[in-house]
């Protein structure tokens, strides 16, 4: 893990985003089971998903839940994400993709912003990649020159 500070550090008491904590700690037992979530969430923290405190206020969450909330469907079975993360439908990562858009809406950030920022750089990267290899259509690489044409005398 990088020496930056957790994506999600505290679990804020405001109206929606208590909601939003709720129905997080709901999937989370839901789709893992109690020590299937626990594990998830060591595993969030260990990514910087979400802070050590975070953990705890979760753990204490998620047993809160009653038998019926805890493991209804197996983790493996297909999720529906909706934009910006429906690419990660039905992968065994949804899941967890579900879960990062819970703690985005926690954190109360916009992580259909985040998502368009990294398809922007991705296309310019393939871009810059493509006027790149049609540069050197043009002109033969370096390689190309020496066994061509010897290597140069200056």
């Known amino acids: 893990m990088s020496d930056s500070q957790p994506y999600l550090e505290t679990l804020e008491r405001s109206a929606g985003r208590t909601d939003a904590t709720i129905q997080w700690a709901r ?4 789709t893992f089971g109690t ?5 998830c969430l060591r595993y969030y923290e260990d990514l910087g998903w979400i802070s050590p405190l975070v953990r705890e206020q979760m753990t204490s969450y998620l047993r809160g839940l009653s038998l019926g909330e805890i493991h209804n469907k197996r983790y493996d079975e297909p999720t529906t994400l909706e934009y910006p993360l429906e690419s990660l439908s039905g992968t065994l990562f949804s899941a967890h993709a579900q879960s990062l858009e819970y703690i985005a809406t926690i954190r109360g950030d916009d992580l259909e912003e985040h998502v368009m920022i990294a398809r922007m750089a991705e296309r310019r990267v393939e871009r810059r990649i493509d006027n790149e ?5 043009d002109e033969p690489n370096e390689m190309v020159s020496i066994i061509r044409d010897g290597p140069s005398s200056h």
Do not use: C, H, M, V
């Open 27 to 30: 999937f989370l037992g839901e």
């Open 35 to 39: 020590t299937g979530a626990l594990n």
């Open 133 to 137: 290899d049609d540069a050197d259509a």
